[in-house]
């Protein structure tokens, strides 16, 4: 690296260290002087703008370590402490949550732009490769993150991932239990994802070293996918790049922010807000929507595969791959290809049954595994000679078809693996290895390319927005899809002070609503993650809060003399639990546990509208539907029954305000204080991101001004 | 570079364009580090901790007990007549931190002070009967051989200030609230 020529600095404090340790040359080199195709368009953005989520990713990620603690029973409450009690902390968490979907959409868009320009033939195969490693990283990476709030989606993803190894034959078990720590998903398995998550984005970051130092090797590929015959061809790095990245970067930026600030939620699954339960598996998992494509492929494959005389058709291949190492030249290949003949003959002896079955779950794990694996082949599938897609047509047919397949694959991923999901995952999966395994090869010795320009023209924008755009509206989708598969019952859209970008909470509905709570919920009710102190956001004065909390008492000590003893509540306090333990809140309500209500109006799909549709839901069951004793009928509940009595009846609260004392208001007022309770920074939330938002915004008008300046010269 | 070489006259436009992308630019970076900063202060269940009240009533005259408060040592000591005497009489302008005695209690009978010696941090020794209280009757501090006397001020070795008063009130005569 330092073996290149040096340039001479102006500066003699740069000057001196330049020649001690050439850095300034290598950024002059690499950065300010290094020439670049001058057609680039803006799908050469990506790169930049997926460097700058993954330094966002690690910078969130360290502060948010710094809060948090991998452990089962704490992990949870510390995530909500993060939300909830650390300054910036909430704002710190979505950054992250969100910031991962962004840094995907950033890499699926810089894989289809090298996908579509040819970016990964001769002689850039290998920083291809590199690029293939860094999203499998990236895959793991976003994996294990996905666990550490040890939510229900969390664990149970973990424990359905995990359990892809157990289709290994033989050692299957024995790698999953290596990979959990015990006998189930719990407290070893976090700890040692929380280890992986820290480090694996370093070990990403330096991957993404390599993978710019191959670039910077062969040089960019550009739209039209022939090299740079000269100068005239390229323009320095700086000014030009840099200021066309920093105007794309804004703009991406606008969108993750308008995300982050006012749909914070809208990737996540109501399921990421209750607590890990390993006896009880929620009834849909999904995973983030970035897996979703590859996670129909894995439920694609929902038959065996039988290989008729497997074990002899093995043992064919053997000799086959024996003959052929023993007529190859050079003993490394050679060696080589005994290898793969030991390989094949181990194969043959584990199937020595006379039809060998490839059973469903493994050939499912081999498909998925496949089909990210199949992408460091691809330069050696597709070996047409023409890179650029503008000028093979026909692979631009097939190219747009394997995109729109791995969409429908997305959505697929998302619904509930029934009726014609199935069919329709299969289809797309078929296609997706058709054209890897077949439609490739074939199209790289048939197709006959269009003539190719004598050298680089101006670049068009041309497709660049449309393919943006679909992306980005796409992924939204994909994360509803989930959503439509399983929603029990149509809940009725109420009108509440808090929707909308500017909505903020009705503090004497959230205070008439805690009057609901304290009196009627929480007797059966427990609000763990919610303090007396956090009742001041309501309106109440700290002699109130303090009053308010001196009516409960909690058990404290131990005191001097070793004892426990009960005091009155403290603002500090968190609320008193109804029961002292779930067993006993379980027992004391007919087998059901009253779910605590901190998280519940982030934890059920609707809302506050679902708890308002709820608590107004009830009424007589109809003709035909039994009801045991202990059971209601209520329309708003999954299955139409629920353990809960009527918890409400005009009159029973009385309100301070003079609002009307109606089952209708206090089912209202309860709901948005449940809601205030789950999302207490909302009004902040949307209150910064009016801030970020305009600051953004400008910046990225000014930038757009200087990257016209800039290539005014150009143009 | 072809550029750079144009900007030495004129072209104030552009030069100005530039001046203002990179203040916002620096301005915004200089912004969004101040979040990731104000997350390592305490948190707000961590900040609802930090006032205790302590019940004084068992406390006997010439007894000491120590309380936690945010994380360290108060000591509180219920001083004799004759310790507050000795403490009172003292030439407060000899004293390397002066501070009369009156000024470091709000009742005389009770001391309230951080137990934490203010060199270097270590907790002083003297809080039971049987630990050594320093040339001075008061506490001394092991680490490094500071004394202080029955009204908690430095009287030798190389601590420079007293020990601290924490922020307290009374709010019967025998309950106190820290913090």
């Known amino acids: ?715 | 570079m072809s550029t750079a070489n144009q900007t030495d006259d004129g072209e104030t436009r552009r030069d100005f364009l530039h001046l203002t992308a990179g203040a916002l630019g620096a301005v915004g970076v200089g912004v969004f580090a101040w979040p990731f900063i104000d997350s390592l202060n305490p948190a707000a269940d961590t900040l609802a901790m930090s006032t205790i009240e302590v019940d004084l009533s068992p406390v006997e005259e010439g007894e000491s007990i120590t309380v936690v408060w945010r994380g360290k040592p108060v000591f509180i000591r219920h001083r004799t007549p004759k310790e507050i005497e000795s403490a009172q009489k003292i030439a407060v302008a000899d004293l390397r931190d002066s501070e009369a005695d009156q000024d470091r209690v709000q009742k005389a009978q009770w001391l309230i002070m951080v137990g934490i010696c203010t060199h270097l941090g270590c907790v002083p020794l003297g809080q039971r009967k049987t630990e050594p209280k320093g040339d001075f009757g008061g506490w001394f501090c092991p680490c490094h051989g500071s004394h202080y006397d029955i009204s908690g001020r430095i009287r030798k070795g190389p601590a420079p200030k007293n020990l601290a008063v924490p922020q307290y009130n009374f709010i019967d005569d025998t309950t106190v609230r820290i913090g």
Not at chain 1, 244 to 264: I, M, Q
Not at chain 1, 416 to 433: D, H, S
Not at chain 1, 507 to 516: C, D, H, S
Not at chain 1, 674 to 679: D, H, M, N, R
Request: aromatic residues 16%; hydrophobic residues 50%.
């Open chain 1, 1 to 715: 690296m330092g073996s290149g020529e040096r340039v001479t600095f102006k500066n003699p404090v740069v000057s001196w260290i330049d020649e001690r340790l050439p850095v300034f040359s290598l950024m002059h080199k690499e950065y300010r002087a290094f020439p670049t195709p001058k057609n680039f368009n803006y799908l050469w953005n990506f790169g930049a703008i997926a460097s700058v989520m993954l330094i966002l990713m690690i910078v969130t990620g360290i502060v948010l370590a710094m809060h948090y603690t991998p452990h089962a029973d704490m992990a949870f409450g510390s995530v909500e402490h993060i939300m909830r009690d650390v300054n910036w902390g909430w704002m710190l968490r979505y950054l992250h949550m969100n910031g991962a979907a962004f840094f995907f959409v950033a890499v699926y868009i810089h894989m289809f732009r090298g996908m579509y320009y040819g970016s990964y033939k001769k002689p850039r195969e290998l920083l291809w490769i590199l690029g293939v490693v860094i999203f499998l990283l990236m895959m793991a990476t976003a994996f294990m993150g996905y666990t550490l709030p040890w939510s229900q989606m969390g664990g149970w993803a973990a424990t359905v991932i995990t359990n892809l190894f157990s289709a290994v034959p033989i050692f299957g078990d024995d790698i999953v239990s290596l990979l959990w720590g015990g006998f189930s998903v719990d407290n070893p398995t976090l700890n040692r994802f929380f280890s992986l998550h820290y480090v694996l984005p370093f070990v990403i970051f330096a991957v993404v070293f390599l993978h710019v130092w191959a670039l910077h090797v062969s040089g960019s590929n550009n739209p039209l996918g022939i090299e740079p015959k000269g100068p005239q061809d390229t323009l320095p790095f700086h000014p030009y790049y840099t200021m066309k990245d920093t105007f794309g970067l804004a703009v991406f930026l606008l969108l993750y922010v308008v995300v982050t600030f006012w749909f914070p939620n809208i990737f996540a699954h109501p399921d990421h807000f209750v607590e890990y339960n390993p006896l009880q598996t929620p009834p849909h998992i999904v995973p983030e929507w970035y897996f979703l494509p590859f996670y129909a492929i894995l439920r694609a494959i929902t038959f065996d595969i039988a290989i008729p005389f497997g074990n002899v058709l093995f043992l064919i291949a053997a000799l086959g791959a024996t003959l052929y190492a023993y007529f190859s030249a050079g003993r490394v290949r050679k060696f080589l290809w005994l290898c793969i003949v030991a390989d094949i003959f181990a194969l043959a002896l584990l199937s020595f049954s006379p039809h060998f079955v490839l059973e469903a779950k493994l050939g499912g794990v081999i498909a998925m595994f496949g089909s990210v694996g199949l992408l460091v082949l691809l330069p050696w599938l597709d070996t047409h000679p023409v890179r650029s897609a503008r000028f093979r047509p026909r692979y631009r047919f097939f190219l747009w078809l394997f995109v729109i397949a791995t969409i429908v694959l997305g959505y697929v991923g998302a619904q509930l693996p029934e009726g014609i999901w199935v069919k329709l995952g299969q289809l797309c999966t078929a296609y997706y290895f058709g054209f890897f395994l077949v439609i490739l090869p074939w199209l790289s010795r048939t197709e006959k390319a269009l003539p190719l320009p004598k050298s680089i023209s101006d670049a068009v924008l041309k497709g660049v927005v449309v393919l943006f755009a679909v992306i980005s509206f796409s992924t939204p989708v994909l994360a509803e899809g989930g959503e439509h598969s399983h929603e029990a019952q149509h809940v009725e859209s109420q009108e509440w002070s808090f929707r909308g970008p500017f909505g903020t909470y009705d503090r004497e509905a959230l205070r008439r609503g805690y009057t609901v709570y304290q009196n009627v919920c929480s007797a059966c009710h427990s609000m763990n993650l919610v303090s007396y102190r956090n009742l001041s956001d309501l309106g109440y004065s700290p002699e109130q809060v303090k009053a308010i909390a001196a009516e409960y008492s909690v058990m404290d000590g131990p005191d001097d003399e070793g004892e426990m003893f009960e005091r009155p509540a403290l603002p500090r306090d968190p609320f008193t639990n109804p029961y002292p333990n779930r067993k006993a809140a379980i027992y004391a309500n007919n087998g059901s546990y009253p779910p605590d209500m901190s998280l519940l109006a982030k934890a059920r799909h609707g809302g506050a509208d679902y708890i308002y549709g709820l608590l107004t839901g009830y009424g007589d069951a109809p003709h035909g539907k039994d009801l045991m004793q202990g059971q209601y009928w209520n329309a708003v509940m999954t299955g139409n029954v629920i353990a809960m009595a009527p918890p409400l009846s005009e009159g029973m609260v009385s309100y301070e305000d003079g609002s009307p004392e109606t089952l209708d208001q206090y089912a209202r007022d309860v709901s948005h204080f449940l809601t205030w309770a789950a999302e207490p920074h909302m009004e902040a939330r949307k209150y910064t991101g009016v801030k970020v938002f305009i600051f953004l915004l400008v910046f990225a008008i000014v930038m757009y001004g200087v990257k016209k300046k800039t290539w005014a010269d150009v143009h």
